[in-house]
């Protein structure tokens, strides 16, 4: 997508009979009317398993004029096509394109989104019956990605992730060529073309890997430094715009951006967080995820989410008010799976409880597994914070008595500073404290320790 404001017009795709059958059977096909492919999962409520709703055709079409949205487009109209099974050419079928074409004409836009993956053959046959551009759901997250991404990292795993993706359309374009071309001198330099092309991409592949390489090195001696002392790390992860960065904000009094765009937040972000214990920890900030996450991007952002892998806690961030919590949640669980970060402890938040109705809000009740909360509001994030130093386990918590003289005032800073002081009495120039406070800090008090 090339300007800010473009005129779009959206396609959905809804498969009615043997939906499921459809979606595995058709390659590249289903974004619109697919099952999830996750178990069923637990929303809260104590582990208690519920069935997880699919996206209906409406609902994946409305999440793809968000992705629009935040890709900088203007929704000049849509059109949702109800189909047996995937039309193998153009997808919709050459009646139903002409019929798009002249509705996309009639708003004046100059390109047509899918909510769905296609095909290069399949996107070329379409653009060539609607005379307009077209660009698939893949397409439009990279673009956001993008758009989005501000460091050299980020930069890099997008540009990987596009390589990647235009690749295989290299090798279509050739095959059409092998097989149009039907006389001498026709087929040769189309080749040659292709190949050169071809070359020029994976050299670029190459560079890039290299360094994103150099990256995940750099991490890895920086994830090494912190990890000589014991500061465990904390990641944020969940469905895009299900307000992690907002709440990263709070629990770390720090400013990174937070919209209601998707895909917001591309760049890891890591900022100290001093939890109730005066114990400190590494929150992780991470990019959303999303259902069918092009796998291109999963790889690509590989280095990103090492902080996940690493992470000695994670929290799973839901939109509480989403009327899909569910559904978003098992696509978080299958990314976590293919990171093998689905084992790793877990607290799930159900954010955004202020945009409940009032009674279903008072009734909502925190589990050894939920807890729930609102960022924006500041509800229920102290239980939070007390949650998330239960859950960590370096650097262990103790009770102790100390006796420091007054004349100490260095011990006593660093006491008020690093541990919880339940009592303190002042006797003949001596203070007695009884404190809770971390085992790297009461190997720095041993000699006060009674």
């Keep these: 997508m090339s300007a800010s404001g473009e005129r779009a017009f959206l396609v959905g795709l809804d498969y009615q009979p043997g939906r499921r059958a459809a979606s595995q059977s058709a390659p590249g096909s289903g974004t619109a009317g697919k099952q999830p492919t996750g178990d069923p999962s637990r929303i809260g409520g104590g582990g208690k398993a519920r069935p997880v709703p699919a996206f209906s055709a409406e609902e994946s079409l409305s999440e793809l004029r968000l992705l629009a949205e935040s890709a900088g ?61 077209v660009v698939d759901r893949t397409q439009l997250i990279l673009d956001i990605f993008a758009r989005h991404a501000r460091t050299r990292e980020g930069q890099l795993q997008v540009e990987l992730a596009q390589l990647e993706y235009l690749l295989p ?106 939890l109730p214990s005066r114990r400190k920890a590494l929150a992780s900030d991470t990019v959303g995820f999303i259902r069918n996450l092009p796998h291109t991007l999963v790889s690509a952002f590989r280095a990103t989410l090492e902080e996940v892998e690493r992470a000695r806690l994670i929290l799973e961030v839901s939109d509480a008010s989403h009327p899909l919590s569910a559904e978003q949640h098992a696509q978080v669980e299958l990314v976590l799976k293919e990171l093998e970060a689905d084992k790793k402890p877990r607290l799930c938040v159900l954010n955004k409880i202020d945009l409940l109705p009032a009674p279903r809000r008072d009734s909502l009740r925190d ?54 002081i339940y009592s303190r009495e002042y006797r003949d120039g001596v203070v007695e404290l009884e404190a809770e406070a971390p085992k790297s800090l009461v190997i720095r008090l041993r000699e006060f320790v009674v």
């Design 73 to 133: 487009a203007s929704i000049a109209g849509s059109f949702l096509q109800h189909r047996d099974r995937p039309h193998p050419a153009t997808l919709i079928g050459k009646g139903k394109l002409d019929e798009i074409r002249r509705a996309a004409v009639s708003v004046s836009a100059k390109l047509l989104i899918f909510d769905h993956d296609l095909s290069a053959s399949q996107q070329r046959n379409i653009e060539d019956a609607v005379a307009t551009r």
């Design 169 to 274: 359309r290299l090798a279509g374009r050739g095959r059409e060529m092998s097989q149009l071309g039907g006389g001498i001198g026709t087929r040769g330099p189309g080749e040659t073309q292709l190949e050169t092309d071809r070359r020029k991409i994976y050299r670029r592949i190459r560079h890039v890997k290299t360094q994103l390489e150099n990256v995940r090195r750099i991490r890895a001696q920086q994830r090494q430094r912190r990890e000589s002392v014991p500061v465990p790390t904390v990641a944020l992860v969940g469905y895009t715009n299900a307000g992690k960065s907002t709440l990263f904000n709070v629990l770390t009094r720090s400013d990174v951006l937070a919209s209601s765009k998707m895909f917001a937040t591309l760049d890891p972000t890591i900022r100290s967080l001093t």
């Design 367 to 420: 589990d050894s597994e939920t807890i729930h909360v609102s960022a924006l509001k500041g509800i229920g994030l102290s239980t939070l914070l007390e949650r998330i130093d239960q859950g960590l386990d370096e650097d262990p918590l103790s009770r102790i008595h100390l006796r420091v003289p007054q004349k100490e005032g260095k011990t006593l800073a660093m006491l008020e500073a690093g541990a919880r």
